[in-house]
Every structure is written in structure tokens, then in C-alpha cells.
């Protein structure tokens, strides 16, 4: 304004009150009421001031508080502005700049929170600009005031507050130049905006884990520098795009698709958009939140370089420390080379050698007469549902138990029997509970057939069910006729944190199961064990099913070999899980007893604000895997794969998650 007398600002809330963000303050003091110019609540009536004095040669600034008010200006903006120079044969010139502003998180809710760049980007005749901090904020409003074209600029309200470097001097960026805010050689994220910042921040955790990524700001989403975009995808094969507008028709998917089609040949992946949730910006904070650009694995910027209330994206994690479960253990090589040299035969037949001596071995050990190799643990529940009930029966079991939550309705669908869910602390239940559970005899009732257990209960948190109480409980069933059933995915963990045989734990059981794949580290496979004649019945129904294999022997093998060297080993993932619970106890909203970790699985209730996805999120851009079992409550599951190392890894990365 000081260079060039035709330079005027009007809008609302311009002069006096300095604008309601405070970025205008002092500009009255300085140039006075005529060049600073307070109007009404009449955004299409300033607007339109500003086109006229702008074809007859002033060079006006239009301030339009929100980005969503330029819904009231588009007839100046669109039909007048951009058209004037085209339709005049290029006798009219309309240097007119619209400033206004974009994004949510504000809690400014649907009517103040839009990012509606990409409405105006979408037309001929308009330049667009989107600063990313206050040098480019300075440099382009004045290349914006230059230009003899209509130029939309979009401020970011939560940049407000940023602060940086910005030279004294008069310097412009051009328009149409994007800048490379980093080099990197494996991935390439276009940010707009504030974005630029979240994908700076995303790009410094992705270079803890090893991947290099190059962040490039466009700086006006028109004209757009399509050259820079192109060649760095070229360069990286891959490229995500990072935009707060709303993915639908918006910004990204247009600088996606000029990613697509300048570099195909050279992309290893598609083009990855991430946007704001195609919904009105919702009023509530925590839904707000979600709506802007985090991604499914977002990271929030707040707690790592970025300043304070700038939001987030996401970044490709890389898992470093896998505890979503202890199904994710890789087959070691020992392991894998053992399968690959396992002797086998038609299995179907009883002809593959390996499968037979892993069934021995499990029936052995689990102190049956016999023992079935099944596919999965979820099809010898499912068997051993069919052959102890009919239709029409009912099985006693706790609420948590894996065939009520996990099994698709298996129990309905392949049995026809109901499950009656009783309750008790920590995934067991009492003798009380079963006696009140167990029908009486009438026409009326379902018969009960089945008493079910879970050894160790998975979401009671790896709770050991004591000897004692499973005698108890199973004398019960036993005096009322009914048969009994452990689901023994981890009985291996139990074993060896009580020292208790697997053999005594089972002899309570008309039937037993084991599985490899937990934390026995196999990647296939359970057996499932019982009497001569409930093994030839489960073996029927595995054959109905389409359970019963050819040379399965490559994949009992893995069976065979954990049996042999994993069982023992279990203690470490016991220590490494105790380890992991003590770490968190002490966080800030975690609520977690340590002195109840008997196993490998680890839960923990969230108490403050912070929802269990949203923190798994975070664990996740830190390249810590955990499961959100809830809204508040997460799961954590330590395995083979996860030594003493990974725990501080995971308890380091929990610690910047959890900061209270
Ligand atoms: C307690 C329990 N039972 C059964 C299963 C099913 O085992 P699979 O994944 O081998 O079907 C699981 C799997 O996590 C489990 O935790």
C-alpha cells in the first residue's frame, strides 16, 4: 500500500477492529478510513465495489472473513471478475485480489470451516493462491496485488498464529512456481496450504523409519506448476496429495490426476488423495477432528514440529513394533526350511507323515486318545460345536468368548446352537454362574449341551484360568449332563506362566484345541484333540466343511517345528508384556494394573479425552501397531517377533501419545 497509491482494502471488521483474526491491525493508523475501508455485513455489495474500482484502475483488496462468505460474491467474482477481460477483447482489466480464508478445527462448525478453494480454482479466469506460512503469505499477496488478473488468495485461520521468517524486503513469489520444501527420493506429498507444514512433520517421522519423502508446495493451485509435480513423481514412483478441501471433486483429486497422467509409466502405486471428510464441518471437537485430513493413519501434528493448533495427515506407516496381535509373527527361516523339507502325503488318506506325528504330538500332549490337524482355530471351535451339540441346544459360555465375538455367526449359521453369555471378572465365570446358566429340563427350554472355556481368556487380558476353578466349573456341567470344551488358542501361555501341564489343564475337557499361529509362531494351523470317536466325528464334519487337505504336511511342519522350539520361549513374551504394562501404568490417561498381566495380552482404558482410535492412530505414525478393542480400550499383544528393544520402541512412542 505504501508502494502504490491504487492499493485499497474493504471489507468487514477491516479497519477499527484491525479484522476479528487481527491481521490487519494498525493498517488504519497508518493509511486512514479512505484506503481502509469498513462496510456493512453486504459481501455481493463490497465485492462488487471492488470489481468496479477495479476496471476503472484502482487495485482493490476484497477482505471476505470467512472462505464460506465467497459463496455471496461469486456473481462479482465468477460471472464479473474473471469474465470482464475475455468478454471486453481484453480492452478491460480487472486486478482485483479476494482475501479470504480456509479450514476447520476452529470449532467454528459447518458455516465457518470451510476450504473452498477448489470452487474457484475450478474457473478460467481466476488465479488462486494458498500461502503455507508467513514468508509465502507476504510474497504472494504482493504478487497477487500485481497481477492484473482477479486473484483469490485462502489464508489458513489456524496459520494465524504461525510464526517464521519474513524478509523486510519487496519480494514476490511468482505465480505458477512451486517450491520443493524437501528432497526425497521415495515418496512424494503435495500439501497445500497448512498441510504443507503436517507433511513436513509427516516427512520427518517417515525419515526415522527409513523412507524419504519429498514435499512440494504448488503455492497457487492456479496457474499450477504441473512440471515440478510430474517430475518428482517420476523420480519417486509414488505420491500422495494433501489437501483440507473436500476430497470429492476438490484439489486433490485434480492434482492427482495431472500426477497420473504426466507419470504412469514411472508410478508404483495410485495416487493417494488425502482430504477433508466429504460432511458439513461438524460444531463437536472430537467430531471435527475427524473430519479433517488425517488419513487412516494419521498422525497429529500438534505434538511433533509443528506449531501450536496446526492439524495433521497422514503419513504410509511402517510397523516397527507389531502388537496388534500374536497372529502377525513371521515364520522364522528355521522354520520355514523345516516346512519346506517336511515329508508329506495325501492327508485325507492319513498318508502325510508329517500331519500324523503333529496330531501324535498334540494328542500326546494334550493327554487324548486322538487329535485332528485343522486349517484354523475358528474351525475347531466350530467343529467341536457340531459334534457335542445338536440343533436346537444350547452352550454355556462367557460373554467375551471367541465363537459369541469372532466367529460370524458360526454357531447359529454351522451348528444351530444357541450361546448363552454369562459374565465374570476377567473372561472367567464361577460356579454360581454356570449352575444359574444351565436350563432346567422342560419342553420350553433349550437343552443345554456344552460348557465352554477359554484357556487363556483373550479378552479377559490373558487371564489363566486356575486349576481349581476349572475343576469346579467343569464338575457342574459334568453332574447336569453336559460335555466340555476349552478353546486353547494360547493353553500354551497358560502352561508356561503357571506350570501347570498341558495334560492336567485338559483332563477337565471332553475336547481341546491348540493353535500354531499364535504365539507358537506358526503361520498355519491348530489341532484339534478329544476321544477316538469324537475325532472320527470332528474328521466328518472337517471333510463336510471342506477342511480335509492333501499334502498338508508343508504346513503341519510349522505346527511340529513350534511345538518343539517356541513352547519354552512363551516366558520371554510374558516378561516383554509385564514390561509393557508397567511402562504404560504410569502414563497420563492410561489405566492399566500391571499386577494383573499373568500372559502376552495387554489392555488398557483410556481416561481422558483422547478416544482409542484416534490414539492407536498416533501409535501407528510412530510405527507402533496396538488394536482398538473399544472406544477407549486398547489391545497390545506381545509375540515372538517383539523383543525387549521393541517394548522401549513401543513404550517411547506411547509416551509421546499419551502426554495428558
Ligand atoms: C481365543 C481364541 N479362540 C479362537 C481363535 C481363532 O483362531 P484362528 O485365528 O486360528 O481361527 C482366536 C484367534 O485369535 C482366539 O483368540
Known sequence: MRRDPRV????????EAGHPFKTLVGLVQEFGTQRIID????????????????????????????GDFITLTMDQMVNQAAKAHYMSGGKIKVPIVFRTTLGATRRSAAQHSQSLHAWVSHVPGLKVALPSGPYEAKGLMKTAIR???????????????????????????????????????????????????VALGAAKMLEEIGISAEVID??????????????????TSRAIVVDEGYE????????????????????????????????????SPVLEDLTVPIGEVGVRGRENTLPEGVRTMSAPARIDVDLYSD????????????????????????????????????????????????????????IALRVHARHGEEVIAHRSAHPINSEAGGPAALAGVNVRAIDGPRGQFDVAAVEAAIRPRTRHAPRTRLLWVEQTSNHGGGSIWPLARIEAVTAVARRHGLATHMDGARLMNAVVASGISARDYSAFFDSVWIDFTKGLGAPVGAALAGSREFIDEAWRCKQQM???????????????????HNVKRLAEDHANARRLAEGLAGLPGVRLDPATIETNIVFFE???????????????ARGVRMGASGARLIRAVTHLDIDADGIERALAAAREVFKG
Not at 39 to 52: D, L, R
Not at 180 to 186: E, H, N, Q
Open 8 to 15: 485499497f482494502l474493504i471489507g468487514e471488521d477491516v479497519a
Open 39 to 66: 462496510t456493512p455485513i453486504s459481501e455481493p455489495g463490497y465485492a462488487g465495489i471492488g470489481v468496479g474500482a477495479a476496471m476503472t484502475g484502482m487495485r482493490p483488496i476484497v477482505d471476505v472473513m470467512f
Open 147 to 197: 497481477d492484473d488478473s482477479p486473484v483469490v488468495i485462502f489464508e489458513d485461520k489456524m496459520m494465524y498464529r504461525v510464526k517464521g521468517p519474513v524478509p523486510a524486503d519487496d519480494y514476490t513469489i511468482p505465480f505458477g512456481v512451486a517450491e520443493v520444501k524437501r528432497a526425497g527420493t521415495d515418496v512424494t506429498i503435495v500439501a497445500t496450504s497448512s498441510m504443507v507444514a
Open 218 to 235: 504448488p503455492r497457487t493451485t492456479w496457474p499450477l506448476d504441473k512440471t515440478t509435480l510430474i517430475e518428482s513423481a517420476k523420480k
Open 248 to 283: 470429492r471433486y476438490g484439489t486433490t483429486a485434480e492434482i492427482a490426476s495431472v500426477i497420473a497422467e504426466g507419470a504412469f509409466y514411472h508410478l508404483d502405486a495410485p495416487v493417494k488423495r488425502i482430504g477433508a471428510m466429504d460432511v458439513p464441518v461438524p460444531f
Open 327 to 382: 497372529t502377525v509373527s513371521q515364520p522364522t527361516a528355521d522354520m520355514r526350511r523345516f516346512m519346506c523339507e517336511a515329508p508329506v502325503g495325501d492327508e485325507q488318506k492319513f498318508e502325510d507323515p508329517t500331519v500324523n506325528q503333529l496330531c501324535e504330538m498334540v494328542a500326546e500332549l494334550l493327554g487324548k486318545e486322538a487329535a485332528v490337524f485343522m486349517p484354523s482355530g475358528t474351525m475347531c471351535n466350530e
Open 546 to 564: 471342506g477342511g480335509a487337505m492333501r499334502q498338508a504336511g508343508i504346513i503341519a511342519a510349522g505346527g511340529v517345528y513350534a511345538l518343539r
Open 606 to 620: 483410556l481416561t481422558g479425552e483422547l478416544t482409542a482410535p484416534v490414539a492407536v492412530e498416533r501409535l501407528l
